[in-house]
């Protein structure tokens, strides 16, 4: 089930891969179309949200949402599911991030639901 809730982002115009990992950075599900390292990817993106959370805590600016890494080629979009794990969009630099964001709302408690 969620192999196919992840999919449904490679859809997506734009959207390479889209990984559920855990905080320790192990992967739990994955979909790519094209050439992402997952486990790399998994162990990054547990490592920068736990930065930008000590960040965000550090300033007193409340919980994190979302995190988005603009880069030359595509964005990278990170958000945490729960307290063990996260999800990490990663996209082409054409993509409509606001779309990203917004199917990414619709469909956290489906995802969290099928952890």
């Given at each position: ?75 990278i979009l990170l958000s945490p599911l729960s307290e063990d794990e996260l999800i990490a969009i990663v996209a082409n630099a054409n993509v409509n991030v606001g779309r990203i964001r917004y ?13």
């Amino acid at each position: 089930m969620l192999k196919q809730i992840l999919g449904e982002f490679l859809k997506l115009d734009g959207v390479t891969a889209a990984v559920v990992a855990g905080r320790d950075g192990f992967v739990i599900e994955s979909v790519v179309a094209g050439d992402v390292d997952i486990e790399a990817l998994g162990a990054m993106a547990s490592t920068g949200m736990g930065t930008s959370e000590a960040m965000s805590m550090e300033l007193g600016q409340g919980e994190m949402h979302q995190m988005l890494v603009e880069l030359e080629n595509g964005p990278i979009l990170l958000s945490p599911l729960s307290e063990d794990e996260l999800i990490a969009i990663v996209a082409n630099a054409n993509v409509n991030v606001g779309r990203i964001r917004y199917e990414l709302k619709k469909n956290r408690d489906r995802i969290t639901a099928a952890l």
